[in-house]
Each structure stands twice: as C-alpha cells, then as structure tokens.
C-alpha cells in the first residue's frame, strides 16, 4: 500500500531563516516520484518541486530543496530564506506506475516577521 | 505559464441537484484528474482520465460521479444528486505523457445544502 506521512501539523519559522518540513513514505513500487506542493489561503495547489526515485542528486528550484533519502523512504522540503508569503499549507505527495497521487496530511506554515 | 483553469471558483447547490465542475487543462497535456479534499483534510484522488477513457478511479468515485471530455479542451465532474458530504474543494490536473508532473488548478469549492 502506498503512504505519506507529514508529522508537523504546524511550523512556525522566522523571516529569512531556512526550515525543513519533514514527509516519509511507503511504497513497494521501485520506480516513484515525489512532490511537493504548496497551497495558500486562496486554496490553490501550486507545484514546487519533484523528486524521481532513480534520481542521484537531491532536487532544488529556487529556495526549495527536496532532501532525499531512499534509504529512510524520506523526502524532506527545505526551503531556504523564509519570506512571508511562504506561510501556507505544504502537502507532500507520491505518484507511482499507477495514475494516482497519494498526499499527506499537510503541515502550516508560519513565517514570523 | 499555460495553467490548469476551473470553472466555476464556487458553487452553491441543494442536496440531491446534480452539478458540472468544468476544467480547461494544460493544452499538450493528455492525462487528466479530479481530487478532492474535504475542509481540513488531505487531498484525495477521484478519477484519472487517458484516451478518452477512465483509466483510475478511487472507491469514492462512485455510480453518482461521471467524468466526461466533450470537446478537444473540456474536461467535467458530473455528481448526478449530490449530498451533503460531498461539499468539498474538487481540484482537477493535468500532466503531459513523458513527465510525470501533475498540475493542478485553483479548485472548485462545492457547498452542498
């Protein structure tokens, strides 16, 4: 069975301070990719960034890293030099050989000015 | 940037209406999706559309639910009599064949009364 699991319901991090929010997953399927999605207020999902399982080098964009370890079944966002309008919902999401995306639960983020 | 488009941002409908949630996808992008997410829940798959033909479909997209594509950009979610726990925030996506990146757009929010 496919699983995300994100631990921090909440986070609260400092205005130009970096923050790592944590996802784990479970899978059988030996050819996966992992997501992370953004979603503010407004309630739109917005693409950050995507990790493939046969990936060598962690995925960046901008001032989001994704920390990947295959071993701890780990995908990890980082996101560097918080800005304000980072507070929002962050989902972690699997997409596998089948068609679906499997997200976790989120966590909010609160950028502190 | 070519986005997901979804029409309309909000509905209002009385328990047992039938409604149509209409999605414009990526143009090049051939896969198509519908999740949704309950109020202060994770997002859930629904449906995933290829060829003009369901290809996916969770346990929730039941006999009420029917997806259609009825012209070369339209993609819609029919609930034939709604409910009251359907009310809920459908998202539709769309990724193109060779990547597997699903975009998502800014969402319907369903209120069923």
């Not at chain 1, 997409?95 to 000015?113: A, C, D, E, R």
């Not at chain 2, 726990?85 to 969402?107: H, L, P, T």
Request: include cysteine; glycine fraction near 6%; charged fraction near 20%.
């Amino acid at each position: 069975a496919q699983k995300i699991t994100q631990t921090q319901p909440g986070m609260f991090v400092q205005e130009k301070e970096a923050v790592t929010l944590d996802c784990t997953y479970d899978t059988s399927d030996p050819s996966y990719g992992l997501f992370w999605y953004k979603q503010p207020s407004s309630g739109e999902m917005i693409f950050l960034i995507y990790q493939g399982s046969y990936d060598q080098q962690n995925a960046t964009e901008g001032r989001y890293s994704l920390n990947f370890q295959k071993a701890r079944k780990s995908a990890n966002l980082v996101i560097s030099a918080s800005q304000l309008g980072d507070s929002a919902m962050y989902f972690c999401a699997m997409g596998n050989t089948g068609n679906q995306f499997y997200f976790g639960t989120g966590t909010s983020l609160t950028v502190i000015p | 940037e070519p986005e997901v488009t979804q029409t309309p941002s909000h509905q209002v409908t009385q328990m047992g209406q039938e409604v149509i949630l209409r999605c414009v996808p990526i143009s090049n992008h051939l896969y198509f999706y519908w999740y949704r997410q309950i109020l202060g829940q994770k997002v859930e798959f629904l449906v995933s559309f290829y060829n003009n033909e369901i290809s996916e479909k969770s346990e929730i997209f039941d006999d009420q639910f029917s997806v259609e594509r009825p012209d070369g950009s339209n993609f819609t979610l029919k609930i034939r009599s709604t409910k009251l726990e359907d009310s809920a925030m459908y998202f539709c996506a769309s990724r193109q064949v060779a990547k597997n990146i699903q975009y998502f757009g800014a969402g319907t929010r369903l209120s069923v009364l």
